[in-house]
């Protein structure tokens, strides 16, 4: 009994590896499942095209107003997950499959929420066939310019530096203050 075979072994040592590895590795985000992309029932229908993606959101140079509030030229608009603040969102990145993919430079007709949060399944090229309402807009300058926009990597940049800044600041004021209350008491 307490001899294992070598056949046996390997497999067992197979066995582990191979559970180890599904518990180490991260699971692909599975595919959003929209029945059918339909931008035109959102509360803010326009055509745009992507110009910048940053931290879930996308900056949207926007060309017609189809439906919704008059829109700003260029609007943000919520494309993906909330992303941690720094330091986490150095190092974790939450994404999704209902993350809408915008490609800078690319025309889109997107389907939005009030607050300017979109997904995948409403937001779709503008080159496919939707039938363009008659009345159409165009943007205002004193439009609507969608979500707050991400911090750039400079601004967290600036704020962990100033945190780090900060941080070092008070452990020499307290360093000094032991310093001299250790020199009174000589």
Sequence with gaps: GGVVSGR?????????????????????????????????????VFVGTAQETSNGHTRF??????????????????TGQEQPGWPEGLYVAVIS???????????????????????????TSASDPVARPAVVREPVEDGLRGAEPPRTA???TAW??????????LVVL????????AAGRR
Excluded: F, H
């Design 8 to 44: 046996a072994a390997s497999r067992g040592l197979l066995v582990l590896l191979a559970t180890g590895a599904a518990v180490a590795l991260p699971a692909a985000p599975a595919a959003a499942s929209c029945a059918e992309i339909d931008p035109m029932g959102s509360p803010v």
């Design 160 to 169: 962990g530096a100033s945190v780090v800044a900060l941080g070092g600041a």
């Design 174 to 181: 307290v360093r000094r203050r032991r310093a001299r209350a």
């Design 97 to 123: 499959s209902n993350d809408a993919d915008a490609e800078d430079g690319e025309r889109y007709l997107v389907g939005a929420s009030e607050d300017l949060t979109t997904s995948a399944c409403s937001m």
């Design 61 to 78: 140079a926007v060309g017609e107003v189809w439906s919704g509030p008059d829109l700003a030229p260029e609007v943000w608009v919520r």
């Design 154 to 156: 400079w601004e967290t």
